[in-house]
């Protein structure tokens, strides 16, 4: 096997020959063969329509390179198959992608005072006096490095809470108790450990997050975070039946979603407590918020912006 790989691309081929293409271009020695779908997303809910059509474009990918004779032999099959098509060949490098991600991902200040550290990287000196601002990071395949502007929309609000009504929650009854909805890689609900809240819990509806979560939690010496198997709905029904909401919940999610949720978020909110809400588009925050007002109950206090998303301070 060489260092490059071949990308063969088939366009404007018959829906109707796609099988009998796919079957030529294996036979052809291809590892794989995958379709471009083309998809319109109509609605706040995200949910992807496929858009179907009479062509499909398909791509294959040889390892072991094909010589120009072989390349023109599986146009000229395909070309007896469907006379219409339209067939380029591209050669592409092998690369270690994690690799190659690790080298532009570096510690930064995420949100003042605290810095994202990726584990395979040496301490800054501007934190090295501190290591409590330290949030070490491996993101594995999880959402929620911290490069994100709506991560840093919801660090910033948390820290914000976190400093004073947080605080106060410390002085008075030991801490607060926080959720984080969504919680990716765990890092929100650090966050709020390292500045007192009592204990932290940590959802997430894909099984690779909360593993990833759990790791970057022991790479913390976490002790007050946990992240629960559990969806968000079986949280908020045991949240109603034994009247133990959260004094800070934070839903670091994309609006769509955040709209299905809103009734069981409201449900976990502690009477007088506090949701921030983070991954709203600028471009319909307005129409967002109104709907999430109508269904949750809650009510809006405050709202921060940065590019194109926005985030939002809730209460009962």
Not at 246 to 254: G, S
Not at 255 to 274: F, H, N, P, Q, S
Not at 276 to 294: C, M, P, Q, W, Y
Request: glycine content about 8%; charged content about 30%; overall charge negative.
């Amino acid at each position: 096997m060489t260092d490059r790989f071949a990308v063969v691309v088939v366009q404007k081929l018959s829906r109707s020959f796609e099988d009998e293409a796919t079957a030529i271009l294996f036979s052809a020695g291809a590892e794989g063969v995958s379709e471009d779908l083309p998809f319109v997303q109509k609605d706040l809910r995200y949910d992807p329509e496929i858009v179907e059509s009479a062509e499909v474009t398909l791509k294959a990918y040889f390892t072991n390179l094909p010589t120009e004779s072989a390349r023109i032999e599986i146009e000229t099959e395909l070309r007896a198959l469907d006379g219409a098509i339209q067939m380029s060949m591209t050669l592409e490098n092998h690369k270690d992608w994690l690799e190659e991600w690790k080298k532009g991902f570096v510690p930064f200040l995420f949100a003042a005072p605290f810095w994202i550290v990726p584990k395979w990287c040496e301490i800054p000196d501007e934190v090295k006096a501190s290591p409590k601002h330290v949030l070490l990071m491996d993101p594995g395949m999880a959402f929620g490095t911290g490069t994100h502007e709506t991560t840093q929309l919801a660090a910033g609000l948390t820290v914000e809470w976190m400093t004073k009504e947080g605080a106060s929650l410390k002085a008075r009854d030991g801490g607060a108790r926080v959720l984080d909805v969504g919680t990716g890689t765990g890092v929100l609900a650090l966050i709020t450990e390292r500045m007192g809240a009592f204990s932290a819990v940590g959802l997430d509806i894909d099984p690779e997050a909360r593993r990833t979560a759990r790791e970057n939690l022991e790479l913390n010496r976490s002790i007050a975070t946990k992240i629960d198997d559990r969806d968000l709905s079986d949280v908020a029904r045991e949240c109603v039946a034994q009247g133990l909401q959260y004094d800070l919940v934070i839903a670091n999610i994309i609006d769509g979603v955040l709209l299905v949720l809103a009734e069981d978020l409201a449900k976990t909110v502690k009477r007088g407590g506090t949701l921030v809400l983070s991954g709203i588009l600028t471009d319909r925050e307005n129409e967002f918020h109104e709907k999430f007002a109508g269904m949750s109950g809650l009510k809006e206090k405050s709202r921060v912006r940065k590019g194109e998303w926005c985030a939002s301070v809730w209460t009962n």
